[in-house]
Structures are given as C-alpha cells and as structure tokens.
C-alpha cells in the first residue's frame, strides 16, 4: 500500500531564516506530489504541484518554491520566512483524481 | 461568489442522531466530488467520493449529489462523538484534474455525548 510521510512536524523559526519541509511517497511510482496550506481558519490552498521529476507548477505568487529531485520526494523551501508563512503545510500525492495528505507540518514565523 | 461554499458551523447533534452536512459549488462543469474529515491538529483525510448524481453510501455515511442544484452533502447516521471533526467538500472544476481540486473551508461537527 501507498503511504506519504512528512517531515518535520512541527518547527518555530525566525523571520528571514531559511525553511525546507520534505515529503516522500512510498509504494507507487512517479506519483502527481502536492504542496498545500492551511493558515487559521481558512480553506486549503494549493500551493505547488508536481507531475514528474523537475516539474513544479506554482498556483500562487509566494516567498516559496518547490523542487522534486527524485521521483518520490517532493520539497518546500523558502530562503527567508515571513510572518505570513505561518500555517499549517500538507504534502499530498494523488492515485487517478484521488488526493491523499501526508500528516502535515505545523510551522510558526516568530 | 465562493467557488465551493459550507456553513462554518459548529453543527451539533445528540449522540446517534443523523448529521446533515451540505456544500453548494459554483462551476457547473465540476465533475468530482469528495468528502474528507480533518480531526483538530491532524491532515484530513479522505472519507467519500461521488462522481453522479443520487445517493452514494458507505457504512454510516452517505454522500448525495445534484449537479442540477449544484450541491453535495454529507449524511452521517447514528453519529459518535468520534464523528466530532471538521467536514472538507472538495470540487474539481476542471475536468476532474488534481491539480484544479477546490476545497471549502469547512463545517464544525461536534456529536454531544
């Protein structure tokens, strides 16, 4: 069976500092990958999504970006944080127009 | 307009009783239809899909669609207070692609013991 796995889980970082979340899928093969946030009290956003190895489309302009450098890893990053970055992160993958979450990342900007 | 809209709640109903959940989506031309369930702090998690219309059951729940009406709904029967959760509907838009899935924001349902 298919399981996604998220890390880490939670993290409290500085203004301006450096973020990378990771994400892998286990038990299938070049998967759809998705990167979404849910701040407080809001709705889900797709923020990146991926078909393929090196191929990231992104839905919103934003201070993240995303990159897949192996079929199963999915990455976010950000070089400086912003306050705004706060939220709730969910790595997802999808099997024919199915989606899946990964456990998620909680993330606070101090 | 929300493209995919639902009542924030809470929504609260005694143990055992049915818990109605609706959503109402904008794009006549959504073709996918899903249900997750998200527990306080945790990732939701998928509970239904409905791609036609009429009812779709699945143990306690049952989803309901009506393209006509543009709506989807949530039927949870003999609820728990596990049930206590909040409720995502979540559309497709476009040709059913992953990538065009529009999630609602929600509605609270606590089950009172």
């Known amino acids: 069976s298919q399981t996604i796995h998220q890390w880490p889980a939670t993290l409290v970082q500085p203004v301006g500092s450096p973020l990378s979340l990771e994400c892998t899928v286990e038990?299938?093969?070049?998967?759809?990958l998705y990167w979404y946030r849910q701040a407080a009290g809001r709705g889900l956003q797709l923020l990146f999504y991926?078909?393929?190895?090196?191929?990231i489309s992104s839905e919103v302009p934003q201070n993240l970006s995303a990159s897949r450098p192996q079929d199963r890893q999915f990455i976010l990053s950000s070089k400086k944080l912003l306050l705004s970055d706060s939220g709730f992160y969910l790595c997802?993958?999808?099997?024919?127009?199915?989606?899946?979450f990964g456990e998620g990342s909680w993330l606070t900007v101090v | 307009q929300k493209e995919v809209e639902q009542n924030s709640g809470p929504l609260s109903v005694p143990e055992g009783a049915i818990a109605s959940l609706n959503c109402t989506y904008s794009?006549?031309?959504?073709?996918?239809f899903f249900w997750y369930r998200q527990y306080s702090g945790k990732s939701p998690e998928l509970i239904m899909s409905i791609y036609s219309n009429g009812d779709k059951e699945d143990g306690r729940f049952t989803a309901q669609l009506n393209k006509a009406s543009q709506y989807v709904s949530l039927l949870i029967r003999d609820s728990q207070p596990s049930d206590s959760a909040t409720y995502l509907c979540?559309?497709?838009?476009?040709?059913?692609?992953?990538?065009?899935?529009?999630f609602g924001t929600g509605t609270l349902l606590a089950v009172q013991p």
């Open positions: 979540a559309v497709t838009n476009i040709g059913g692609a992953t990538n065009k899935l529009i």
């Open positions: 794009d006549r031309v959504s073709q996918s």
């Open positions: 991926s078909v393929g190895i090196g191929q």
């Open positions: 038990g299938t093969s070049n998967p759809n």
């Open positions: 997802a993958w999808s099997v024919l127009n199915t989606i899946y």
